[in-house]
């Protein structure tokens, strides 16, 4: 991992592109603004995307997605990202990068879709779907525990803005709370809303897979606390068979993933800022 991120522009990109991949070397590029945190998005001509990590906790995306999604694609509700191609290093860029097929649609919103029971069934449909694919012994990722110095120090960093003792009550609940005791499943690993695409105001394909692993599926509970209202989640709830352990789980994981965003780009992003605010206090909510 580089200590100095690069400084990634459509020259650097042009040049990766065309040492590499000279068959789409014409092809116009066109920056996506905003794109994630994670990754420097260009759209390449009408049908494909290249996508460059920014940093180098990235820099496995590309070849997971190559190993993983053109087998999981077909057995999915909705679409996922379609890898292409994986570029390597080079001119100064220290890392793998990826080009994809361009999927058509616009981000999901809150304010379209927080209210749509709708949107509520088809994603936990989706996330049933997931957990039902087979895996070959992929290890397991990081349990909630893991997480327990970073979020105490996050919770100690945000105290002015949030209700730190209901923090600090719900983290220890979860932490607390019986298990995943069954096989391990594969879950998303960053299902929230800013990796949705809509069509026509319905859910039509997840993106950014770069956490796609194993065992607890309460970490993809987290749709429920970055999207849905509070009257929809029963039925994310529902149509998952979330039993309370696997749910408070859920609430915790909300919690960390949204404390470390918060800590992260509030102070830059004020949409970011916004977003995360909003979930750790639904997890708060419960």
Request: aromatic share 8%; net charge negative; glycine share 8%.
């Amino acid at each position: 991992m580089t200590s100095t991120l690069p400084h990634i522009d459509v020259h650097l990109v042009r040049g990766l592109v065309e040492s590499q991949f000279p068959q789409w070397s014409r092809l116009p590029l066109a920056l996506l603004d905003p794109a994630g945190s994670d990754h420097v998005i260009y759209r390449l001509g009408e049908h494909l995307t290249v996508r460059l990590p920014r940093h180098g906790g990235a820099v496995d995306q590309a070849r997971k997605e190559m190993a993983l999604l053109p087998r999981m694609a077909p057995l999915l509700p909705l679409a996922v990202p379609e890898p292409v191609a994986v570029g390597e290093p080079g001119l100064g860029y220290p890392w793998d990068w990826g080009v994809t097929r361009w999927l058509e649609g616009a981000p999901a919103t809150v304010a379209a879709l927080g209210a749509s029971t709708e949107a509520a069934q088809v994603l936990a449909e989706f996330l049933l779907a997931l957990q039902a694919l087979p895996h070959d012994g992929e290890p397991a990722a990081e349990p909630l525990v893991a997480r327990d110095a970073q979020t105490r120090a996050a919770i100690d960093t945000v105290g002015e803005h949030f209700d730190s003792d209901a923090m600090i009550r719900l983290w220890e609940a979860a932490l607390a709370a019986p298990a995943w005791d069954r096989p391990p499943v594969w879950f998303h690993g960053d299902f929230h809303t800013g990796n949705l695409l809509t069509v026509a105001g319905r859910v039509t394909a997840v993106l950014d897979f770069g956490e796609l692993g194993t065992g607890d599926p309460a970490r993809d509970l987290m749709m429920a606390f970055t999207l849905l209202s509070e009257g929809c989640r029963p039925v994310f709830r529902q149509v998952l068979g979330c039993d309370d352990a696997t749910w408070l789980r859920g609430r915790g994981w909300a919690l960390t993933t949204g404390l470390s965003a918060y800590t992260a780009y509030a102070r830059t992003r004020p949409d970011v800022a916004a977003q995360t605010r909003r979930q750790i206090l639904a997890a708060l909510e419960g």
